[in-house]
């Protein structure tokens, strides 16, 4: 029975999850569940998966979770105390780290320091404190399992073989929803035209982030912290039908890849039961329905998430974390109206130019370089 504290449990990856859970009763049992303000669903998750805890973020969330559930037994934690009490609870052996943002940092690290694997889905924890997170984890022993589809593919191709024998990562993209579109037809693109991706069913923000191609980007920083490998072996390769979901190439040529159906259950259902594969009951790939497979490398010149992140990651230091940042703040106003499509890019690279680097910033560095990144961000007009 592997018990698991699941952090962002009304996000898609966490309802996903406890999709997978519901379906894997008999092994999987969910101890906790943490989310940030959504009473009415978590209460709802609180009575059907009966977790023992259960922390709310927003402080006033969770006064009014405690009343609703007051005839059962679960503890509630409120804020960030909560999420780093929640995730050290002796019962759980697994945290899965589903939350959006820059709050996943302190809290996997304190599970990682509590001795619990890592079911991780949150970009930002590699992006951002990735230099400090891999050595704790190396050094408490503690595995990191990937849940993004793109990064359990690549988990998967380099099962059994030797990490020295890597000499490519081959990191594929859907191109989302403006894939073959060129600056001057992307002017003008609402929230809604860029929320339309092809292929996958995710959260907005991590939507618009696919279509910008900031998403790949932030996956390229995750990569090199969780295979080793530099940004110079991490190839992004556009792959529209989502199928092949990544791939590794060998020093003598070979490419050994995972393909599948767009379903994020799969990563996840293997994070949760690896080493060992479950049955899952969804739609199975079938080749022959499918025809054919086509690649084409990614337009930087339009898409320019990618190149900057590319830029920040080479930068190093805490520079990912002002990329991130700009691009959380660029999002959220793009998603209320209050700036254009490619006026994301322009706040990111603003950002990134005003920032002064800091070399292997600690928590309180990271947590400084996007408050930074916030206040002048606001003081710009766009």
């Keep these: 029975m592997r018990k698991i504290v699941l952090l962002g449990s009304t996000g898609s990856i966490g309802t996903q999850t406890l999709d997978v859970v519901r379906n894997n009763r008999s092994e999987l049992e969910v101890v906790g569940i943490a989310a940030l303000k959504s009473v009415d669903k978590v209460e709802e998750q609180v009575r059907e998966f009966k977790p023992k805890y259960v922390c709310m973020y927003d402080e006033e969330a969770a006064r009014r979770l405690k009343d609703r559930i007051a005839d059962t037994k679960v503890e509630v934690f409120a804020g960030m105390d909560g999420l780093l009490d929640i995730v050290s609870v002796p019962e759980a052996d697994t945290v899965l780290t589903a939350v959006v943002g820059m709050i996943g940092i302190r809290p996997t690290i304190r599970a990682i320091e509590q001795g619990k694997d890592i079911a991780l889905a949150n970009k930002e924890t590699l992006v951002c404190a990735g230099h400090i997170i891999m050595p704790l984890a190396r050094a408490k022993n503690v595995q990191i399992l990937p849940v993004d589809s793109e990064h359990s593919a690549i988990f998967q191709s380099l099962n059994g073989e030797p990490r020295d024998k890597v000499e490519k990562i081959l990191l594929t993209a859907s191109g989302g929803p403006f894939r073959g579109r060129h600056a001057d037809e992307l002017k003008d693109m609402t929230a809604a035209d860029a929320l339309k991706h092809p292929n996958w069913d995710m959260g907005p923000k991590v939507t618009i982030d696919s279509s910008s191609l900031v998403n790949k980007g932030l996956e390229v920083m995750e990569a090199r912290w969780l295979f080793d490998v530099s940004l110079d072996n991490i190839q992004v390769v556009v792959h529209p039908q989502s199928i092949v979901h990544?791939?590794?190439?060998?020093?003598?040529?070979?490419?050994?890849?995972?393909?599948?159906?767009?379903?994020?259950?799969?990563p996840i259902l293997y994070a949760l039961f690896y080493p060992d594969r479950r049955p899952m009951a969804e739609k199975r790939l079938d080749l022959f329905e499918l025809g054919s497979l086509t690649f084409e490398a990614p337009d930087t010149d339009?898409?320019?998430?990618?190149?900057?992140?590319?830029?920040?990651?080479?930068?190093?230091?805490?520079m990912p974390t002002v990329f991130n940042a700009a691009n959380e703040m660029a999002v959220k106003r793009f998603l209320k109206g209050d700036i254009r499509y490619l006026q994301i890019y322009d706040m990111i690279e603003r950002a990134m130019d005003h920032h002064e680097r800091v070399d292997n910033p600690d928590v309180p560095a990271i947590l400084e370089a996007e408050r930074q990144t916030y206040e002048f961000l606001s003081s710009l007009q766009f």
Excluded: C, E, N, Y
């Design 246 to 266: 990544s791939a590794v190439q060998f020093v003598d040529g070979a490419v050994i890849a995972q393909l599948g159906v767009p379903d994020m259950k799969l």
């Design 302 to 318: 339009t898409f320019k998430g990618l190149k900057l992140a590319f830029d920040a990651a080479r930068i190093g230091g805490s």
